[in-house]
C-alpha cells in the first residue's frame, strides 16, 4: 500500500488536503469554525485526522478512494490539468482535484474550488486549474515537508489506537473465561503485525468464599519478550490491559510484571458487560484517574513517572503515579504520618 514508518504499517488510502489547501482554497463552506481557528493559531494538532474534517470537498475526496483501487470511486481525470495527474472529485458545487503520489500511494486532496458560471468565470474551479497548468504553477499544489509530517503522526497514532482497541478485545475474551475463577492467556503484539510479539500475558481470577472474607482475586502477569523488557510499548500494553480489566490502573497492586487487584463478588461480570459495550462501539475504554494523591519522595516519584514503575507512597500503598495530583484529595494515611515525622 504504501512506505513504513516507524518500523509500523503502512499509510490510508484515504485521500487527505494539503495545508496549503486548507489555508489557500477552502475559505468558505466550512461546517464548524475549528479548522480555520487551528490554522490561525498554528495549531496543527486540533485538525487530526485531516480527511475527517468538517468540509463537504474533504469528505467526500477521503470517501472516493478506499482501501484498495477497485473501489475508488472518483469522477475521472481533469483533463486541463496535464502537468500534474488529477483525479476528479465533486460533492455539490464543490469541485476538488486529488493528486497521487505513486512511491508512496498516499491520495492528495490539492487543490479545490467552486464551479461557477458553467466554467466561463474567472473563479471557476476548472478555469483556475487550467492557468495554473499553464503558468507550471501546479507544482505549488503538492504536499509540504510538515504535511508528510501531519500524515506520519497521524498514522502512528491511527495504529496505536487500532493496536489498543485489539489489546482491549483480547481482555474481554480473558475475562469472559475467567471472571468465575481459572486462568487464560495469550500473546501481546506488536503494533506492526508483520513483527513478533513482544510478549506474552497471563490473567487469573481467584474467587474467595470464606466465612468472613468474600472476594474475587484478580491477576495479571505479563512476560515480555527481552527486546521489549522496560520498553515505553509494554508499558503502554500495560496501563491498557489494566484499564480494561478493573478500572482504576492505581487500584492494581505491582510486583515487577505482576499485577494484583480486588474485586467485590460479581463486579468482574459486571465489567465484562461494560467491556463489550466498549468494544461493540470499537471505542477504548478511558482511564479511571485515583482518587488520592499520596506523600512520595520527590526524586523517587518523578523517577517512576518517567520510567512508567510503581511508586510506594508513606502510608505503603504501591501506586503507579500516571497522574497529576494536582486537585485530588490528600491520602489520609498518608497525611497522618506525614505529620507524624520530625520537623
Known sequence: M?????????????????????????????????PGRALAEGDLSQLHPLPELPHPIIRKAAASFAHTADADNFVGTITSSTELRLFEIKA?????????????????????????GEHQDHDDFYMRVKRANEGGATDQWLPTEADWRLLKQETAARLITEWELALQSQMLDSMRVVQRGGTTGGAIRHVSTERPPI????????????????????????FPEPAFAGSNLLWQATIRSLISLNPP???????????????????LSIRVRELERLV??????????GTHSYYAHR????????????????????????????????????EQRYNEMPG
Request: proline fraction near 5%.
Open 249 to 267: 490502573e492505581q487500584g492494581w497492586d505491582r510486583d515487577r510484571n505482576s499485577y494484583m487487584t480486588i474485586a467485590e463478588p460479581g463486579a
Open 280 to 289: 461493540e462501539g470499537n471505542e477504548l475504554g478511558e482511564s479511571v484517574p
Open 199 to 222: 510478549g506474552r500475558f497471563k490473567v487469573s481470577v481467584t474467587q474467595v468464599r470464606d466465612d468472613d472474607y468474600e472476594a474475587d482475586e484478580l491477576e495479571l502477569e505479563l
Open 2 to 34: 504504501a512506505k513504513h514508518i516507524y518500523g509500523y504499517l503502512v499509510h490510508s488510502r484515504r485521500a487527505r488536503p494539503t495545508l496549503h489547501l486548507l489555508s489557500e482554497h477552502l475559505t468558505s463552506g466550512w461546517t464548524s469554525p475549528l
Open 92 to 116: 455539490g458545487q464543490w469541485r476538488g482535484g486529488v493528486w497521487r503520489d505513486t512511491e508512496t500511494n498516499v491520495n492528495w486532496l490539492v487543490v479545490a474550488g467552486l464551479a461557477k
Open 299 to 334: 526524586i523517587h516519584l518523578a523517577g517512576q513517572t518517567v520510567a512508567g514503575r510503581a511508586a510506594r507512597a508513606l502510608c505503603g500503598v504501591f501506586f503507579v503515579p500516571t497522574q497529576d495530583p494536582e486537585g485530588l484529595a490528600v491520602c489520609p494515611n498518608c
